[in-house]
């Protein structure tokens, strides 16, 4: 991470990692959080039995946080974390990662910082939630890849596997996320961590999801189900477990949490708002009515241990928060961001390291149900190279843990997965319905060769297929055409870019938009359209939901 001295005290408090292209004031208000310098350093100083804190700078941001580096009078060097307003419930999200990281450390003996001190209440003189940890030292990964040999990076590879098969021999009773039992009333708490009495069980516990989804908005009131949930004795598909305490919870609860926020919170937009989306996607009820399907479909996706047993596991080990030594060969020292890790089921929650995700059209892909997109002209000679790379690293983690197999095997695994995504921001995705509504409709036209129990308990109609098709024209069109200028300009979904490469950027930003405005108001002149449209307005890039 680049370090960066202030030139004033706020520019602590505000999001410096990068600049937006679209909606910047929303999206810095989003990441912009004050609190007591002076303070945090006391607290720094106190923790490490220093007698001041010399220098701060810094570190770095994330989506959720901010990091900075401390320098003590004796030369200790060490980490604080800062939530951003965004991060959901910084208590939980606060408490779970410290958990987490202590869990990691003292129970699997995985290589993650040594927690100091914190503390998951603002209520204190530093006006946050925070971490504070011990610095580990090291290039990223991402800082070596380049110049490492073919046999090295093989190397890192089965080291990161062989370190995340701790993970799956360590199988729990609940999903979830890891806490201390101090930080979670008991009224929240699993009965137990494993499926059998542990002395861990004096120390840890199973709470509620620290995710933003569950808190964001108006998500944030207290009877609201965000676990933990139970997996219970397979198999159990009686319609009366649909909403009860089943292995589907882990679905389910995000299709109640959902229910009840539209119920609540859910305003359509007036037919003559520039920005109002497919009839159905403003219409309360349609959705409510696919979540409800959700809810009947759950229990019958349910499958038996080993694929469904809950496991911690990250779902964000990248380049940048793997550090290694400084070795021809390097080892992996240290695992960082463990912010939100949950626990869940196996075949849910299983991922590759995102440097070797196959998201691409490839042949050893052709099987996947999965939208793939089409490779850049610049990837085509990497992405060989990561297609064998997660073979190895599949290999290496088969070869301790057999029973993962099942779990990758489950031929409607990445078809759930989708769907539980899209169940979670039907509402706020740009007409998110259509992705859900075409989820349920595979699910049912696949039912039997998924070889799940017949009959399936949804159908839908010919009208509302008819209806779907004709909401759905062009949906995957315009999807292509925003991952295309995303990719054509290099910025992320939310529009984000270096503040070095930000002039250029935005003129790139600005002549797109100005050239599509063109050829739009060019092909409303020959259909022989004569309304003024607001071009501007509909432009898909805006923040939080890209889209038409």
């Given at each position: 991470?680049?370090?960066?001295?202030p030139l004033s005290t706020q520019d602590f408090f505000r999001y410096t990692r990068g600049r937006f292209l679209f909606d910047k004031d929303i999206q810095l208000k989003e990441r912009y959080k004050e609190f007591n310098v002076a303070a945090l350093q006391d607290v720094v100083v106190q923790s490490t039995s220093s007698k001041q804190c010399i220098d701060m700078v810094k570190l770095g941001e994330g989506s959720f946080n901010k990091v900075f580096l401390l320098t003590m009078d004796s030369g200790k060097e060490v980490v604080a974390r800062i939530p951003h307003p965004n991060a959901g419930s910084k208590k939980y999200t606060t408490a779970?990662?410290?958990?987490?990281?202590?869990?990691?450390?003292?129970?699997?003996?995985?290589?993650?910082?040594?927690?100091?001190t914190y503390s998951c209440d603002n209520n204190n003189l530093v006006g946050s939630e925070y971490i504070v940890m011990e610095r580990i030292k090291g290039p990223t990964l991402g800082d070596k890849w380049e110049s490492l040999t073919d046999d090295a990076k093989v190397s890192v590879v089965q080291s990161i596997a062989r370190l995340q098969s701790r993970l799956l021999n360590c199988p729990f009773s609940y999903s979830g996320n890891l806490y201390f039992i101090g930080d979670v009333h008991p009224s929240l708490r699993a009965p137990q961590l494993y499926d059998a009495k542990s002395p861990d069980d004096q120390v840890y516990c199973i709470g509620p999801s620290s995710l933003a989804k569950f808190w964001d908005l108006e998500r944030s009131y207290d009877h609201l189900d965000r676990g933990p949930c139970n997996e219970l004795p397979f198999p159990h598909h009686n319609e009366s477990d649909v909403v009860g305490r089943t292995?589907?919870?882990?679905?389910?609860?995000?299709?109640?949490?959902?229910?009840?926020?539209?119920?609540?919170?859910?305003t359509p937009r007036p037919r003559d708002d520039p920005l109002r989306q497919v009839d159905s996607q403003e219409e309360?009820?349609?959705h409510i009515k696919l979540l409800t399907q959700c809810l009947r479909v759950a229990p019958y996706l349910d499958c038996p241990p080993p694929a469904s047993t809950p496991v911690l596991w990250p779902d964000d080990i990248s380049f940048q928060n793997v550090i290694v030594s400084e070795d021809p060969t390097p080892t992996i020292v240290s695992v960082l961001d463990w912010q939100n890790v949950a626990i869940g089921p196996l075949h849910l929650r299983f991922c590759e390291p995102e440097f070797l995700t196959v998201d691409f059209q490839h042949p050893s892909n052709d099987e996947s149900e999965v939208f793939q997109r089409t490779l850049l002209p610049e990837e085509r000679l990497t992405a060989d190279e990561i297609v064998r790379l997660r073979n190895v690293y599949l290999k290496s983690i088969l070869d301790v843990y057999p029973a993962l197999d099942s779990a990758l095997s489950l031929p409607f695994r990445e078809m759930q997965g989708l769907l539980i995504a899209d169940c979670g921001r039907s509402w706020e995705k740009r007409n998110g319905i259509l992705s859900l509504r075409q989820g349920l409709i595979n699910i049912s036209r696949n039912w039997n060769k998924y070889g799940l129990t017949p009959p399936a308990p949804i159908s839908f109609s010919a009208e509302e297929l008819a209806?779907?098709?004709?909401?759905?024209?062009?949906?995957?069109?315009?999807?292509?055409?925003?991952?295309?200028?995303?990719?054509?300009?290099?910025?992320?979904?939310?529009?984000?870019?270096?503040?070095?490469?930000?002039?250029?950027?935005?003129k790139e930003y600005?002549?797109?938009?100005?050239?599509?405005?063109?050829?739009?108001?060019?092909?409303?002149?020959?259909?022989?359209?004569?309304?003024?449209?607001?071009?501007?307005?509909?432009?898909?890039?805006?923040?939080?939901?890209?889209?038409f």
């Open positions: 991470m680049n370090q960066h001295r779970s990662e410290v958990a987490t990281l202590h869990f990691l450390r003292t129970r699997l003996d995985f290589p993650v910082p040594r927690v100091l292995a589907s919870d882990y679905w389910s609860a995000i299709c109640r949490r959902e229910i009840e926020w539209i119920q609540k919170f859910a309360p009820q349609s209806i779907h098709l004709e909401e759905g024209q062009g949906y995957n069109g315009n999807s292509d055409f925003i991952q295309t200028i995303i990719n054509g300009i290099g910025m992320s979904p939310t529009g984000e870019v270096s503040a070095e490469e930000f002039d250029v950027k935005m600005e002549d797109t938009k100005q050239r599509w405005i063109e050829m739009m108001n060019e092909q409303v002149a020959q259909a022989g359209i004569s309304e003024k449209i607001d071009w501007e307005v509909i432009w898909p890039f805006r923040y939080p939901g890209l889209g």
